[in-house]
């Protein structure tokens, strides 16, 4: 917790967050979680990040600007060529049946 030392000599500090102006007391231990704010901002951010990589339309953390879509446009292409290649295959099979059986 940040303080603000006001008078050093009567050992009064001020609380910023609660505006209040209280005697510094050595009995009572300080801690500053100023630290621990910033790193869960940063695993903020990663969790944010691991949440988007569900959805194919989100922009990632380390991702250029613009490719929001990159992942939904490489969705679409990859399974409109292995259609295309599997339709190829399926007609060659039935085109080589009615060829032998024509026979």
């Given amino acids: 917790m940040s303080h603000i030392r006001v008078v050093p000599?009567?050992?009064?500090i001020l609380n910023p967050l609660t505006g209040?102006?209280?005697?510094?007391r050595e009995d009572v231990v300080e801690y500053s979680l100023d630290d621990v704010g910033t790193q869960l901002d940063?695993?903020?951010?990663?969790?944010?990040?691991?949440m988007?990589?569900?959805s194919p339309t989100a922009s990632l953390l380390n991702a250029f600007p613009?490719?929001?879509?990159?992942?939904?446009?490489?969705?679409?292409?990859?399974n409109a060529f292995f259609g295309a290649i599997i339709g190829f295959v399926v007609s060659?099979?039935?085109?080589?049946i009615k060829m032998v059986g024509g026979m």
């Fill in 92 to 96: 060659a099979l039935l085109l080589v």
């Fill in 66 to 78: 613009g490719r929001e879509k990159a992942s939904y446009m490489a969705g679409i292409i990859t």
């Fill in 9 to 12: 000599e009567l050992h009064l």
């Fill in 42 to 50: 940063e695993l903020d951010k990663i969790v944010t990040d691991m």
């Fill in 20 to 24: 209040v102006i209280a005697e510094e």
């Fill in 52 to 54: 988007n990589q569900l």
